[in-house]
């Protein structure tokens, strides 16, 4: 079997746990891949934490935050964060 198998059988803490370490880390192909493809068929974990959408607007901002060192980058995480849930009280 292949090793992306693992890629879709994350559970919702080590999802999270890729994000941080995708902030931490260099933002490589492959634990992004990994975090989007919990994302893909795990919509609901996290009500409060619509990591999906942060995480998406994170990488909008690629750009600017591959410069950035790690601590910058869970700064601006986090900012997207606020925002999101400062968004929808839902
Ligand atoms: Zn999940």
Same mark, same amino acid.
């Given at each position: /079997?292949?090793?992306?198998?693992? #890629?879709?059988?994350?559970?919702?803490?080590?999802?999270?746990?890729?994000?941080?370490?995708?902030?931490?880390?260099? +933002?490589?192909? +492959? $634990?992004?891949?990994?975090?989007?493809?919990? +994302?893909?068929?795990?919509?609901?974990?996290?009500?409060?934490?619509?990591?999906?959408? $942060? @995480?998406?607007? @994170?990488?909008?901002?690629? #750009?600017?935050?591959?410069? #950035?060192?790690?601590?910058?980058?869970?700064?601006? /995480?986090? /900012? +997207? /964060?606020?925002?999101?849930?400062?968004?929808?009280?839902?």
């Amino acid at each position: /079997m292949t090793r992306n198998e693992t #890629a879709t059988s994350l559970t919702c803490a080590q999802a999270i746990e890729k994000i941080y370490e995708f902030l931490d880390g260099e +933002l490589t192909p +492959l $634990v992004e891949e990994h975090i989007r493809a919990h +994302l893909a068929i795990c919509r609901k974990c996290h009500p409060s934490f619509r990591h999906e959408e $942060v @995480f998406l607007r @994170f990488l909008e901002q690629r #750009a600017r935050i591959e410069k #950035a060192p790690p601590e910058l980058r869970r700064h601006i /995480m986090r /900012m +997207l /964060m606020d925002e999101e849930a400062a968004r929808e009280p839902e």
